[in-house]
């Protein structure tokens, strides 16, 4: 039963095009969305997130954009760049009814896409 | 001045031993975590502490037993290794208030044979 989804295992893209990497989610608690990147022989590194309310972050190359409606969002890089290839991760986490309102960490991942970025 | 670290970097050993991989964080976070990736390449989260005491507990066997001796170290001790135990073991951290944003330290690659 994986809640989130990342249904392209591999994506490969030209440097100087747009990436689009995508990610499906089931829960309808979830409330907040982050992506994650990792390098070979690394933990992954936090990028950029989204929470519920909003349907666009933008963080200079990166923008995350999220359709709550259709349970999808998506992470756009533009333009692409050789350094770009990793694996990236979407999670998400719920809104827990505990004071405070924090998940405390809960984080449910994707199982990654792998992004190649040709020069 | 690693931030989040963990050791040892590979371990192989036989079913039925027992062993640990110790993390540790110098970023001040309050909040640690153990995560299995397994196989099929999703990350899963196992425990998380808060300040030394257990927060987050999922459906993980009690062979699995960790330990936070402080709020900056937080071990992961298998008893009766199996097959099914080789994966990937990442730890993690996250700021106060900030539990989404996980620092990840480099992992840890079990092997069971």
């Not at chain 1, 979830?30 to 349907?55: N, Q, V």
Request: charged share 20%; glycine share 6%; with cysteine.
């Amino acid at each position: 039963d994986q809640q989130v989804k990342q249904n392209s295992p591999s994506l490969s893209v030209q440097e100087g095009r747009i990436s689009i990497l995508n990610c499906d989610y089931t829960n309808s608690m979830f409330d907040y969305f982050l992506w994650y990147k990792k390098y070979p022989a690394e933990g992954p590194t936090f990028l950029i997130s989204i929470s519920s309310i909003k349907d666009k972050n933008e963080d200079g190359r990166f923008t995350v954009f999220l359709n709550k409606s259709a349970k999808h969002l998506s992470l756009h890089i533009v333009p692409s760049q050789p350094g770009d290839s990793a694996v990236y991760f979407c999670a998400a986490s719920p809104l827990t009814p505990r004071a405070g309102g924090t998940s405390y960490g809960k984080l449910t991942f994707g199982q990654g896409t792998i992004l190649t970025v040709h020069p | 001045d690693t931030a989040v670290s963990q050791t040892p970097k590979y371990l192989v050993t036989q079913m039925g031993n027992d062993k640990s991989i110790k993390c540790e964080q110098n970023l001040g976070h309050d909040t640690m975590y153990w995560y299995k990736q397994d196989s099929k390449k999703f990350l899963k989260i196992m425990f998380s502490y808060n300040n030394k005491e257990l927060i987050i507990n999922e459906t993980v066997p009690n062979r699995f037993s960790p330990k936070s001796p402080d709020k900056a170290h937080l071990n992961l001790h298998i008893n009766s290794l199996e097959l099914g135990d080789s994966a990937v073991y990442f730890c993690a951290s996250s700021p106060p208030g900030r539990e989404e944003t996980q620092y990840f330290g480099p992992g840890t690659r079990l092997l069971v044979l």
